[in-house]
């Protein structure tokens, strides 16, 4: 029988679920943690809730640095970021393999799990640089910046946070259209909400604008010299929908 730990979908959830199974002596391999909203009843499992505890997680978090260093946390916290199916058995297995090896964990090339969730971070970390300079603000009708995106993994947090540091003088939306997932700034905090249908109006003022950097950017172009195929390259073609220049 598996013992199953529900967790409310955030990372602080499953290192709480995590500390649970690892303070208990549960076998890592009859544990499972699920998300709440994505786990399918069975009778034969033994399923137990676990409540986000921020102290939970701030003794985790402390725990892992402490064992190893601050990039092997950040290294899981991306992992957990990824839109890999089953992560959590992935991360869980790690943090078995980190309580074994300790800062050891780091050169483990050959083991499975650690090769796993390597590459789970290294694929959000792509994914949060590629953003960072190809994410297009737009002026409102509301008074707004606003931007939206469709990544691939679920990083709204981390490049929220870096955007209030690079646009701290603005108020500002940024939209995961992909997740329904919004993060507001009001020049003082970001808010991260669930949110349906939003839908804004760009001011007069931006139309022009993007209508003049089109003319701009195609007036630029060399068309004896176009290659789309390293245009591709340098910037994969999932990153064009919501580029004004390729619109």
């Not at 985790?60 to 970021?81: Q, W």
């Not at 700034?185 to 022009?208: A, G, P, S, W």
């Not at 010299?225 to 580029?243: A, C, F, I, S």
Request: a positive charge; proline letters at 2%.
């Amino acid at each position: 029988m598996y013992k199953i730990f529900l967790y409310d979908g955030t990372f602080e959830g499953f290192m709480c679920a995590a500390f649970h199974i690892i303070s208990e002596g549960i076998d890592k391999d009859r544990a499972i943690i699920v998300s709440k909203n994505e786990y399918q009843p069975m009778f034969i499992d033994s399923v137990r809730e676990v409540q986000n505890d921020f102290k939970t997680f701030l003794e985790m978090r402390k725990g892992i640095i402490e064992k190893t260093d601050c990039s092997v946390f950040k290294k899981i916290y991306y992992a957990f970021l990824s839109d890999t199916e089953d992560k959590e058995s992935y991360i869980l297995r790690y943090l078995f393999l980190l309580l074994t090896h300790g800062k050891k964990i780091k050169y483990l090339y050959s083991d499975d799990i650690a090769n796993a969730v390597e590459k789970m971070a290294k694929n959000v970390s792509r994914e949060i640089g590629k953003y960072m300079g190809l994410m297009r603000f737009c002026e409102t009708n509301e008074g707004f910046l606003y931007a939206k995106f469709e990544p691939k993994n679920d990083i709204i947090k981390p490049i929220a946070y870096f955007f209030k540091n690079r646009l701290n003088e603005f108020c500002w939306v940024i939209h995961d259209v992909k997740r329904n997932k919004v993060a507001i700034y009001d020049r003082k905090k970001v808010q991260f909400l669930i949110c349906n249908n939003l839908k804004l109006k760009v001011t007069h003022q931006e139309e022009m604008f993007q209508m003049l950097w089109k003319k701009y950017f195609k007036s630029m172009a060399i068309e004896e010299r176009k290659n789309l195929k390293l245009q591709q390259q340098n910037m994969p073609k999932r990153y064009w929908k919501y580029l004004v220049e390729k619109n």
